[in-house]
C-alpha cells in the first residue's frame, strides 16, 4: 500500500476537503434525482417522438452528472500529482478491468466473427430460441429483428457458447417447410404429389431449388414436410402461409381430414 | 468488321430468315457487347431506377430525342414485321434436315426458343408449309402428309384422367404441331396435367411424329419439374451482329426494294448494307459502326426485341450521301431504298422503357406470369399469381404506362376457337376480360433485370 502511495494520497485529505466532496455529491444527488422524476413526468404530457427523445435522455444526464461530479470531487479530495494519480488509476484500471470483463470476451469474439462469418447481415438465424434476421453487428453485438419486429441484442460472446442456426448463410436461398398433420388411411402418394405440386406452382417458389415432400409416421396420423425454396428469405412467412393454405384446400378437396390435436400417448 | 454471307440461303445456316438455323440448346451463347457498353447500361439501369425512386415522375414512357421517328408506312417499307409464312417455311425446312441428317433421331421435336423470336407463329403456319422433300415430289405422287396443327381446349384446369383422355381425342396418327407449349398449361396445382399427360406420351414413345414450339421461360418451368427428362430441345440460333444485319436487311429488301444505306445520326457511320468483299475490289471506303453489336447485345439475340428497338431507332428525314450526285427528287424523304439514306440513332442515346420504381413484389409476380405463359387474361393473370383485385389492376396499369406490357384483344381465330370450345363463352373484343396482356418487346431488357434481381427463376437466354 505504501508503495502504491495511497498512504501519502490519503494522509492529504482535510476535513475541509472532505465536507467540499461532500457538498459536491450532495447537490449531484439531488440533481440526478430530479432529473429522475421530472424529466418523466414531463416526458408523459408529450406524445410521439419527442416523449421517446426526452425519455432516453434521462440515463444519458445522469451519466453526465457522476462524469462530472466525479471530475469536479477527486481533485478536491486529492491533489493531483503524479504518484497520487498513478495510484488512483492503478486501482481504477484494475476495477473496470474485472467489470469490462464480458465486454472485452464480446469485443474478441466480434472480431472472430469477421474472420468465421458465423452470421452476416441479412442473415435468418436463431440462437439462444430467438429468431430472427440479422440486421446489424456492432463492435459488441449484434442486432436481430424476429418476425414480430421485436429486435434483440445478442452480445457477440454468445458465439463461444451458443448453437447459431443460420438459415441462408449469406445466400438469399432459405428452404421453408409448410407442415400438415393429417389423418392415416389415404393414399400417400398422391397427397406427396399434390403438396409437391402446390409446392412448385407457387408463384413465389424457387423452382430451380428442389421441391421436396417428406413425409413421417406418427402414433396418431401422417406429417408432412413440404419444403421449397421461395424467391427471397424475407418472403418465407407469406410462402410457408399460402403453401399451408392451398395446401389445405386441396387436402379438403380430396377428403383427406387433418389431425384435431396431437394425441399423446400415456 | 463485316462480311456479309452468302443470301442465297442454300446452307441453312445461311438462310437469312432463320440466320444460324437451329442449334442444340447446349451450344446457344449470349451475344456479347463491348465492355463499355455493358458498365454504362448497368449503371444506367440503376440511375434510371434512382432517379424514379427521388423524383417519382410520371412513369409513362416518352423517347427523349427530337427527331421525329418514320412513320407506320415508311417502318412498313424499312423494317416490316417478318412473314410468319416464309418464316415457318425456312423452320420447316430446317426440321426436315435435321431429320435427314439423323441430328433428331426423336419422333417429336422440341423446339425452345426466347420470346419475340416469332417461333410460335411461324409454327402455327406449319400446316400450310411444305416440307422439302413434298416441294421435290410431283403433286400426283402425294407424298407424306402435312402438320396438324394441335390448339388447346380453352379450361386448362384438369385432372389427370381428362387430360388423358383429351390427348386421346387428338390426331396424333399423322404428323402434328404445337405452337405453343405454354398455352396449354397453367402455373396452378390442377393446371399441369395436360402437359404431364403429354411428355408422359414422349417419354413412353405414343405420341406420333410431331413437332411442339415452347417458349424459353415455360421450358425453364418444366425442365425443372422433370429434371431427369431428357429432352435435347432445338433452339435458333442466337442473333449476332452479322446474322442481325443479313436479318435486316432481307426484311427490307422483301418488297423487292434494294438493300437501305442506313448510317447514324451522330457521326455518319454506316450500318447497312454490310461490309461486303465486293466493297473492298471496288475501293469503297466505308466505316462502319458497331451499333449492330450493340444492339445484338441488348436484345440477347432476340430477333423481336431487336427488331422493335431497331424500328424505334429509326429516324425521319433520310438524306442524299455526300458523296453522291443526287438530285432534289431523291431528297424527297423517299425511302424506296435506291439510292436514299435512312438513319439511325445510337443505341446510347435511345431511352428504353423502364421498370416503375416498386417495394413490392406485385410487378415481378405478373411479369413472370405473363412470360411463362406467353400472355395472359387478367382473370389467368389472377388464377396464377394469386393477386387479387385492386392490387392487379394497379399493376397492370402501372405497367401498361411504362411501355412494359400491352393489352391485345383476342384475334378472330382465337376468339372462334374459344366460342367453338366453350359454349357458354361470348367473347367481345372489346371487353377488358378477354384482353390478353403480354410483355412488348421494347421492355423485355427491363423486365428480364427486373425479374433477375428479384430473384424470379429465369430462363436460360
Same mark, same amino acid.
Given at each position: ?55 432516453? =435522455? ?24 503524479? /504518484? ?17 470483463? !464480458? ?12 474472420? /468465421? ?5 441479412? !442473415?435468418?438465424? %436463431? ?34 457458447? =451458443? ?5 441462408? !448463410? ?8 409448410? %407442415? ?6 389415404? !393414399? ?43 424467391? %427471397? ?8 402461409? %399460402? ?24 | 468488321?463485316? +462480311? ?5 440461303? *442454300?446452307?441453312?445456316?445461311? *438462310? ?5 438455323? #437451329? ?47 418514320? $412513320? ?34 426423336? $419422333? ?36 407424306? +402428309? *402435312? ?7 380453352? *379450361? ?59 417458349? $424459353? ?15 435435347? &430441345? ?29 448510317? @447514324?445520326?451522330?457521326?455518319? #457511320?454506316?450500318? #447497312? &448494307? ?5 466493297? +473492298?475490289?471496288?475501293? +469503297? ?6 451499333? #449492330? ?36 427528287? @431523291? ?94 363463352? @361470348? ?18 431488357? @427491363? ?15
Amino acid at each position: 500500500m505504501q508503495e502504491l502511495g495511497l498512504k501519502d494520497a490519503l494522509d492529504s485529505i482535510t476535513s475541509q476537503a472532505l465536507m467540499q466532496a461532500l457538498m459536491l455529491i450532495i447537490v449531484a444527488s439531488l440533481i440526478n434525482f430530479a432529473v429522475q422524476k421530472i424529466l418523466p413526468q414531463i416526458a408523459s404530457r408529450l406524445g410521439g417522438k419527442p416523449r421517446l427523445y426526452l425519455l432516453a =435522455s434521462v440515463p444519458l444526464l445522469r451519466l453526465v452528472i457522476i462524469v462530472f461530479t466525479i471530475i469536479l470531487v477527486v481533485p478536491t479530495l486529492v491533489k493531483p500529482s503524479f /504518484e497520487n494519480m498513478l495510484a488512483i488509476f492503478g486501482a481504477l484500471a484494475l476495477a473496470l478491468g474485472f467489470a469490462f470483463k !464480458d465486454y472485452a470476451n464480446s469485443l474478441i469474439a466480434g472480431i472472430v466473427i469477421l474472420y /468465421e462469418m458465423p452470421y452476416r447481415p441479412g !442473415d435468418w438465424v %436463431e440462437i439462444d430460441g430467438h429468431y430472427g434476421e440479422v440486421r446489424a453487428i456492432g463492435t459488441r453485438a449484434a442486432k436481430l429483428v424476429t418476425p414480430d419486429d421485436t429486435v434483440i441484442v445478442v452480445p457477440h460472446g454468445r458465439l463461444w457458447n =451458443s448453437l447459431i442456426a443460420n438459415g441462408n !448463410d449469406g445466400t438469399d436461398h432459405l428452404m421453408c417447410v409448410a %407442415e400438415f398433420h393429417l389423418q392415416p388411411h389415404h !393414399d400417400m402418394a398422391k397427397v406427396m404429389r399434390l403438396l409437391r405440386n402446390v409446392a412448385f406452382t407457387h408463384p413465389l417458389a424457387k423452382t430451380w431449388k428442389p421441391v421436396q415432400v417428406v413425409v413421417s409416421n406418427q402414433p396418431w396420423g401422417m406429417i408432412y414436410r413440404v419444403k421449397a425454396y421461395p424467391v %427471397e428469405p424475407s418472403a418465407q412467412f407469406r410462402f410457408i402461409s %399460402e403453401l399451408t393454405a392451398v395446401g389445405a384446400k386441396v387436402m379438403a378437396r380430396e377428403g383427406i381430414r387433418f389431425v384435431s390435436a396431437p394425441v399423446v400417448g400415456s | 468488321m463485316h +462480311k456479309s454471307e452468302t443470301m442465297s440461303g *442454300n446452307a441453312p445456316e445461311n *438462310n437469312p430468315l432463320l440466320p444460324g438455323g #437451329l442449334i442444340p440448346i447446349e451450344e446457344w451463347m449470349l451475344p456479347g457487347a463491348s465492355v463499355s457498353r455493358t458498365l454504362v447500361g448497368t449503371v444506367g439501369y440503376w440511375l434510371e431506377q434512382l432517379r424514379a425512386e427521388i423524383t417519382r415522375p410520371d412513369e409513362s414512357f416518352d423517347s427523349l430525342d427530337g427527331l421525329p421517328e418514320l $412513320s407506320a408506312d415508311q417502318l412498313q417499307q424499312l423494317a416490316p414485321e417478318p412473314d410468319c409464312q416464309l418464316h415457318g417455311q425456312a423452320l420447316t425446312d430446317a426440321v426436315q434436315r435435321l431429320r435427314e441428317a439423323d441430328q433428331c433421331r426423336r $419422333s417429336v421435336l422440341l423446339l425452345v426458343a426466347p420470346p419475340f423470336t416469332g417461333v410460335a407463329q411461324a409454327l402455327r403456319c406449319f400446316p400450310d408449309c411444305k416440307t422439302i422433300r413434298q416441294r421435290q415430289d410431283a403433286p400426283e405422287q402425294g407424298g407424306s +402428309k *402435312n402438320y396438324r396443327l394441335i390448339l388447346p381446349p380453352v *379450361n386448362l384446369l384438369m385432372d389427370a384422367e381428362t387430360a388423358r383422355q383429351w390427348w386421346q381425342n387428338q390426331p396424333m396418327d399423322q404428323p402434328w404441331v404445337i405452337s405453343e407449349l405454354a398455352a396449354f398449361w397453367r402455373r396452378h396445382h390442377d393446371g399441369l396435367a395436360l402437359v404431364q399427360e403429354l411428355l408422359r406420351l414422349l417419354a413412353a414413345d405414343q405420341a406420333g411424329e410431331g413437332v411442339i414450339g415452347c417458349s $424459353s421461360w415455360c421450358w425453364q418451368f418444366w425442365s425443372n419439374y422433370y429434371p431427369d427428362a431428357q429432352l435435347t &430441345p432445338w433452339v435458333p440460333a442466337p442473333m449476332t451482329d452479322e446474322r442481325l444485319g443479313l436479318w435486316l436487311q432481307q426484311l427490307a429488301c422483301r418488297n423487292g426494294a434494294q438493300i437501305p444505306v442506313v448510317r @447514324t445520326t451522330t457521326d455518319g #457511320l454506316y450500318v #447497312l &448494307p454490310l461490309e461486303s468483299a465486293d466493297d +473492298k475490289e471496288q475501293n +469503297k471506303k466505308r466505316k462502319h459502326a458497331n451499333l #449492330l453489336r450493340n444492339l445484338a447485345a441488348d436484345s440477347r439475340g432476340i430477333p423481336g426485341v431487336a427488331l422493335a428497338i431497331w424500328q424505334r431507332a429509326l429516324r425521319a428525314r433520310p438524306e442524299v450521301d455526300a458523296d453522291d450526285t443526287a438530285d432534289e427528287s @431523291t431528297e424527297q424523304g423517299n425511302l424506296r431504298g435506291n439510292t436514299a439514306h435512312s438513319w439511325v440513332v445510337p443505341l446510347s442515346q435511345l431511352r428504353l422503357p423502364v421498370m416503375p420504381v416498386s417495394q413490392e413484389r406485385n410487378f415481378g409476380l405478373v411479369l413472370h406470369a405473363l412470360l411463362l405463359h406467353e400472355g395472359l387474361t387478367i382473370a389467368d393473370l389472377g388464377l396464377v399469381t394469386a393477386i387479387h383485385e385492386p392490387d392487379l389492376s394497379l399493376a397492370l396499369s402501372r405497367l401498361l404506362r411504362a411501355d412494359i406490357i400491352s393489352a391485345i384483344a383476342p384475334t378472330a381465330e382465337q376468339a372462334e376457337h374459344i366460342a367453338k370450345n366453350h359454349l357458354d363463352a @361470348t367473347v367481345d373484343k372489346n371487353d377488358a376480360e378477354s384482353k390478353i396482356w403480354r410483355v412488348t418487346p421494347l421492355g423485355y431488357p @427491363t423486365t428480364r433485370r427486373h425479374l433477375q434481381s428479384w430473384g424470379f427463376p429465369l430462363d436460360v437466354f
